[in-house]
T-cell receptor, first 114, second 112 residues
Framework: KAGVTQTPRYLIKTRGQQVTLSCSPI?????VSWYQQTPGQGLQFLFE???????NKGNFPGRFSGRQFSNSRSEMNVSTLELGDSALYLC?????????????FGPGTRLTVL | QKEVEQNSGPLSVPEGAIASLNCTYS??????FFWYRQYSGKSPELIMS????GDKEDGRFTAQLNKASQYVSLLIRDSQPSDSATYLC????????????FGTGTRLQVTL
C-alpha cells in the first residue's frame, strides 16, 4: 500500500499570506489528523477529520482550519501567516475507529514564513 | 506538570548495548501508548503500540507499560548506529481517542 502523501513538501511564504497544505491518506483510512512540529513546542495536535467532519480539535487559533473530502483527502489552511507559524506540518492517517487507532505519518510539509 | 514527559537526552549507548528509553504520563485514564522514531529532517515512523500492562516484544524492541506507575518504556536490544534518532512517546489521553499527545522526545546516540 502506498503511504501517506503530503504536498507540497516545502513552502516559503511571507507574513500575512495564506497557505493550503494537502494530505492523501493511506488507502482505506478514513481519519486524517494534522500536527505542527517546532523545535520549541515539539509535536502538537491541530485537528482530526473523520468522514468529512472535524472530530477533534487542538488549541490553535482560528487562523488554522481544515477540511476533508469524500475520498478522505484532507487540506489544512493557515490564514494571515505569522513568523511563528514556521514549522513542519505533519499529516497522519488512521483507520478511524478512535481509541487505540494507530496513526501513520506522511513526510510533512516544511513551511517557512518570512 | 507536562502531560507526557521524556528525558530529552542525548542518551548515549555503545553499539551492541541495550538502550532504555522512558516516558511518564499524567493522565491515569490514558489507554493507548505509542513509540515513534524520528530521524533528523524526517517524519515520525511507528515502532510499537501497547495498550495493556506488561511487555510487548517486536524484534529488537520491547515496550513495557505500567499503568499503576504511569510509565511506558522502550528497550532496544543490540543497539545499532542506525538506531540513532529521536524517540517520541505518544499517549491518547482520556476522552481524546484519536488525538496523540507527544512527549518532547529522547535523542539516542549509538556510538561505535
Amino acid at each position: 500500500k502506498a503511504g501517506v502523501t503530503q504536498t507540497p513538501r516545502y513552502l516559503i511564504k511571507t507574513r500575512g499570506q495564506q497557505v493550503t497544505l494537502s494530505c492523501s491518506p493511506i488507502s482505506g483510512h478514513r481519519s486524517v489528523s494534522w500536527y505542527q512540529q517546532t523545535p520549541g513546542q515539539g509535536l502538537q495536535f491541530l485537528f482530526e477529520y473523520f468522514s468529512e467532519t472535524q472530530r477533534n480539535k487542538g488549541n490553535f487559533p482560528g487562523r488554522f482550519s481544515g477540511r476533508q473530502f469524500s475520498n478522505s483527502r484532507s487540506e489544512m489552511n493557515v490564514s494571515t501567516l505569522e513568523l511563528g507559524d514556521s514549522a513542519l506540518y505533519l499529516c497522519a492517517s488512521s483507520v478511524g475507529r478512535g481509541q487505540g487507532d494507530t496513526q501513520y505519518f506522511g513526510p510533512g510539509t516544511r513551511l517557512t514564513v518570512l | 506538570q507536562k502531560e507526557v514527559e521524556q528525558n530529552s537526552g542525548p542518551l548515549s549507548v555503545p553499539e551492541g548495548a541495550i538502550a532504555s528509553l522512558n516516558c511518564t504520563y499524567s493522565d491515569r485514564g490514558s489507554q493507548s501508548f505509542f513509540w515513534y522514531r524520528q530521524y533528523s529532517g524526517k517524519s515520525p515512523e511507528l515502532i510499537m503500540s501497547i495498550y495493556s500492562n506488561g511487555d510487548k516484544e517486536d524484534g529488537r524492541f520491547t515496550a513495557q507499560l505500567n499503568k499503576a506507575s504511569q510509565y511506558v518504556s522502550l528497550l532496544i536490544r543490540d543497539s545499532q548506529p542506525s538506531d540513532s534518532a529521536t524517540y517520541l512517546c505518544a499517549v491518547t489521553l482520556t476522552g481524546t481517542a484519536s488525538k496523540l499527545t507527544f512527549g518532547t522526545g529522547t535523542r539516542l546516540q549509538v556510538t561505535l
